[in-house]
């Protein structure tokens, strides 16, 4: 088995498309966002919509790409319907992974609301209903991995047997509470065929309450890169948290034993929703074909974080999407997405 890379060549991205019963604030901005974000991942590929009703998700995206002037192709969209709690689909989304002789197989982990914090039991059963109605190729096998629980947020991999992920997060009690991270670690390694794991047990953003999903903190661009938070502030709340995940960063190898090259992101200003901060990060960027998405936060360090991401991904257009109506739901452009591998969606209807 093997788990791609997200720089891998893509057969498209599934957005779960919000409504008036979605956990949002202020649901207007949050759509607007969503179809600046569809409109973006069209330029380079197919897009799949997942929506409580399809009428009312292609009216939503029809009304604000008028107002908004956007040229949307809806032709490269399939939308499927299915009841939802939220619209988090790098979490509740299908993860693929290939066989020894290339055959697709999409896992389908439970999703149980981040360790029980959320209601999911309708986002738990997306995948299977997409799949039922014919979103993914004939040659796709879907593979049911109740009772193991994980989220897309939680894993980045190198594609070559490598895997970056938090022990907060997956080892939490409320995830998988009567496996050691021994057990967890050998689960892993058996579902996706890894050769090793990397576990951080540091760092974390206030705001967050995905108990440290990794890719909101750290992510391979290559197998010998990873763009990382970096905190300079010691005044900062986030500071010895992500400077204790630097240390560690720089005390991982390469498979062949040598140095990471590590690509540090700045923090964004602080923002706040009443008192509560937001988990701006940068490092929830969203790899294309052709492109690499970054979660904008209308701040200077916006375009710092484009040109260090542009500098690793030279041969990828890297744009900014201002994002910041989802960190209302304590999330960004990489948590909303999920992309799959060529050969995998089903691209007409």
Same mark, same amino acid.
């Given at each position: 088995m093997r788990l791609p890379a997200e720089w891998e060549r893509q057969s498209?991205?599934? @957005?779960?498309?919000?409504? %008036?019963?979605?956990?949002?604030? *202020?649901l207007d901005k949050v759509l607007e966002c969503y179809t600046d974000i569809a409109y973006n991942i069209?330029?380079?590929?197919?897009?799949?919509?997942?929506? /409580?009703?399809? +009428?009312?998700a292609k009216s939503d995206i029809? /009304?604000?790409a008028g107002l908004k002037g956007l040229q949307m192709d809806f032709d490269r969209i399939c939308f499927y319907q299915a009841p939802l709690n939220d619209t988090w689909a790098r979490d509740h989304g299908g993860i693929s992974v290939f066989g020894d002789n290339g055959e697709k197989y999409l896992y389908d982990f439970v999703f149980n609301g981040w360790g029980l914090k959320f209601a999911s039991n309708l986002d738990n059963m997306i995948t299977q209903t997409v799949f039922r109605q014919g979103a993914f190729n004939d040659d796709v096998m879907g593979v049911d991995m109740r009772p193991f629980v994980l989220e897309g947020g939680s894993l980045d991999t190198d594609g070559c047997g490598t895997l970056l992920t938090?022990?907060? %997060? !997956? %080892?939490?009690?409320? /995830?998988?509470?009567? !496996?050691t991270q021994d057990e967890i670690e050998g689960e892993l390694k058996s579902a996706f065929g890894l050769d090793r794991i990397l576990w951080l047990e540091h760092g974390g953003l206030k705001g967050d309450d995905t108990d440290s999903h990794v890719d909101i903190l750290a992510r391979?661009?290559?197998?010998?890169?990873? +763009?990382?938070?970096?905190?300079?502030?010691?005044?900062? *709340?986030n500071y010895d948290g992500l400077a204790a995940m630097e240390k560690q960063l720089r005390s991982f190898r390469t498979k062949d034993g040598g140095h990471y090259r @590590?690509?540090?992101?700045? !923090?964004? *200003?602080?923002?706040?929703l009443d008192d509560y901060r937001l988990p701006a990060s940068y490092a929830n960027f969203l790899i294309l074909n052709g492109a690499v998405l970054v979660p904008g936060a209308a701040s200077p360090m916006d375009e710092v974080a484009r040109q260090r991401l542009q500098e690793v991904f030279p041969d990828r257009e890297v744009a900014v999407v201002d994002c910041r109506p989802l960190l209302s739901?304590?999330?960004? !452009?990489? %948590?909303?997405?999920?992309q799959f591998p060529e050969g995998y969606l089903r691209t007409e209807r």
């Open positions: 498209g991205v599934q @957005l779960t498309w919000p409504h %008036c019963d979605t956990e949002w604030y *202020e069209l330029k380079y590929e197919p897009l799949m919509v997942v929506c /409580r009703d399809i +009428a009312e029809g /009304r604000i938090t022990k907060e %997060c !997956l %080892c939490s009690v409320n /995830r998988n509470e009567y !496996l391979f661009c290559s197998p010998d890169t990873i +763009a990382y938070m970096q905190c300079t502030d010691p005044e900062d *709340e @590590l690509v540090p992101l700045p !923090l964004p *200003e602080p923002m706040y739901g304590h999330g960004s !452009l990489h %948590c909303v997405t999920m």
